[in-house]
């Protein structure tokens, strides 16, 4: 298990050193719009699985979109500090 923090940081790296195999790297090389797609097809499904699914299912598909969310602050530059400013 690893916190909102601790996964930002983790494919932050993971950016940074373009890690060969890596299914996060492989995302940020096909870029904003690639990741953009992946997030509004999660957000989706996360909306499914509150609406017909067990908690559990939402909380797998809240994961998913979290770390699309994730991948795209990183291709874009935002920081975390960046959110936590305006919310």
């Known amino acids: ?3 909102f923090d601790q996964l930002f940081a983790e494919l932050s790296q ?3 050193d373009s890690s060969e195999g890596s299914n996060s790297a492989e995302l940020l090389d096909y870029g904003i719009h690639a990741i ?3 997030v509004v097809e999660e957000a989706a499904e996360v909306w499914m699985a509150a609406e017909y699914q ?3 299912d939402l909380a797998l598909e809240a994961s998913q979109l979290i770390y699309h969310l994730q ?3 990183i291709a874009k530059g935002i920081k ?3 959110i936590e400013k305006v919310l």
């Open 36 to 38: 953009g797609k992946k």
């Open 71 to 73: 991948l795209l602050l």
């Open 54 to 56: 067990s908690d559990k």
């Open 14 to 16: 993971i950016a940074i």
């Open 1 to 3: 298990m690893k916190s």
């Open 80 to 82: 975390l500090e960046e």
